[in-house]
């Protein structure tokens, strides 16, 4: 909490009383304005730097899906110097695909960067009619499509880096339903960066140590736009839940989530990955080409069961 009188930490090192509006409880800093915006961009920063994501050489694709965290995202890069545009994909998921291409376009249009927009119905079909005619859930469905479409058109257009929004209550609770599940390979995959491989693009997280709420400050500090509701199909996902549940555990041991995942990725990550067995080896789609553990991938399948 936040008391009535606090001044801002880095402020008080100036000799200055500036009153401090954000309390961050595991960092024990309070910060005004301009302190917490620096303070966060600096932690961005150092994310990259730490992770070695991408130097100011490379051509970045930021994946924006209109909410807070891909927009802040693309804003902080933009504001530290490196080369970004956006992408969005119209996922045809009725009103709330309309809203948040609104909230993309228009932030493009604010930070004067170009957007590319690819649309789901012209290059398979929307969500829900996927959704309907695989029998999956529309989220497993949208990951797989997301996942493929920003890979090819990463490759298609030169682009060098995929950075994507996901933050630290993200990857916390993925982390923590991987190991309830105990599911190794998923495990072994789950860093903020994915080296380029076999028809795959480098792809990064920035915002790994960045919870949701710290977003959102500096989304509200810096005029951000963004979509503030979810997506009508989240409703019900365990993800979810898992993240009420280490909301609680947060509340009560402040630190608790960030510590969880660096200490996973400084000392269970490496040894998951020690031994060097041969992971299912990739091999070309047969029908285009993209890297697939199958003959045919997961997208051009679903491609065959629209019938387009
Ligand atoms: P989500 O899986 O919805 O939590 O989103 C995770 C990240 O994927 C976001 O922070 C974005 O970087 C990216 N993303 C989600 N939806 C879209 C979309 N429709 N178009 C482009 N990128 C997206
Ligand atoms: Fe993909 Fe909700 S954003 S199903
Ligand atoms: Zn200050
Ligand atoms: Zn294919």
């Known amino acids: 909490m936040l008391k009535k009188q606090a001044k801002c930490t880095i402020c008080k090192t100036k000799g200055l009383k500036n009153k401090a509006i954000v309390y961050l409880p595991q960092h024990r800093l309070a910060l005004c304005k301009e302190h917490y915006i620096s303070w966060f961009e600096k932690r ?130 993925v982390l923590f339903g991987n190991t309830l599940r105990w599911d190794i390979d998923y495990l072994k995959r789950q860093y903020p960066v994915l080296k380029e491989e076999e028809g795959f693009i480098k792809k990064v997280k920035p915002l790994c140590k960045i919870t949701e709420k710290e977003t959102a400050i500096y989304s509200f500090l810096s005029d951000i736009d963004y979509i503030e509701y979810e997506c009508p199909f989240a409703e019900g996902a365990s993800s979810i839940e898992y993240k009420e549940f280490l909301a609680k555990l947060e509340e009560k041991h402040p630190g608790t989530k960030l510590q969880f995942y660096t200490n996973f990725l400084k000392r269970m990550y490496p040894i998951l990955n020690e031994e060097k067995k041969e992971d299912k080896k990739l091999i070309k789609c047969k029908i285009c080409g993209e890297p697939s553990t199958n003959e045919i991938c997961s997208v051009c399948r679903l491609k065959q069961r629209v019938g387009v």
Not at 53 to 66: Q, T, Y
Not at 90 to 107: H, M, P, R, T
Not at 146 to 173: C, P, Q, W
């Open 44 to 173: 961005v920063q150092k994310t990259i730097d730490e992770f070695k994501m991408f130097s100011k050489n490379e051509k970045i694709l930021v994946a924006v899906s209109g909410g807070k965290d891909s927009l802040a995202l693309w804003n902080v890069l933009t504001k530290l110097g490196y080369k970004v545009d956006g992408f969005y994909i119209n996922l045809g998921i009725g009103e709330y695909s309309q809203d948040s291409k609104e909230k993309a376009v228009n932030f493009a249009r604010k930070i004067n960067r170009p957007l590319h927009i690819l649309d789901l119905s012209t290059e398979i079909a929307t969500i829900p009619k996927l959704k309907e005619i695989s029998n999956r859930p529309a989220c497993s469905a949208c990951g797989t499509v997301k996942r493929y479409y920003m890979n090819k058109f990463a490759k298609d257009n030169s682009y060098e880096v995929i950075a994507t929004g996901h933050n630290l209550d993200d990857e916390v609770a």
